[in-house]
């Protein structure tokens, strides 16, 4: 079982950047692709980015394509999540996550196996 832990969440004003990381251990890092999703208060966790196990595709929420970049560093077990031109509405708990299966995309809630235990954005206005 894969265990993630996330960090690099904070508060910042609207238009400012963060970036997120994902430390992974317990498993073999570069066989899996990875997520970030994000839960707002009131509302569904919903599927913001993934990244295969190569890194050779990335795929996106239509609300964050062209703000946001994942990226992954096999040799650190870790996955990036760059923020920029944050929006209030970005403001969320957001989780990093793997797929049920290996080599598979987690672009679904439902089909996380292992979630790590989140960070908090906040962006205001």
């Known amino acids: 079982q894969v265990q993630l832990v996330e960090s690099g969440g904070g508060r910042v004003q609207a238009g400012g950047s963060l970036r997120l990381s994902c430390a992974a251990s317990?498993?073999?890092?570069?066989?899996?692709?990875m997520g970030w999703f994000r839960q707002a208060p009131g509302k569904e966790r919903e599927f913001v980015a993934a990244i295969s196990w190569s890194g050779d595709s990335t795929y996106y929420a239509d609300s964050v394509k062209g703000r946001f970049t994942i990226s992954r560093d096999n040799a650190k077990n870790t996955v990036y999540l760059q923020m920029n031109s944050l929006k209030p509405e970005d403001t969320a708990v957001y989780y990093c996550?793997?797929?049920?299966?290996?080599?598979?995309?987690?672009?679904?809630?439902?089909?996380?196996?292992?979630w790590g235990q989140g960070t908090q954005v906040t962006v205001s206005s």
């Open positions: 996550a793997v797929h049920q299966f290996v080599l598979q995309v987690p672009t679904t809630a439902g089909s996380v196996g292992s």
């Open positions: 317990g498993g073999a890092f570069s066989n899996y692709a």
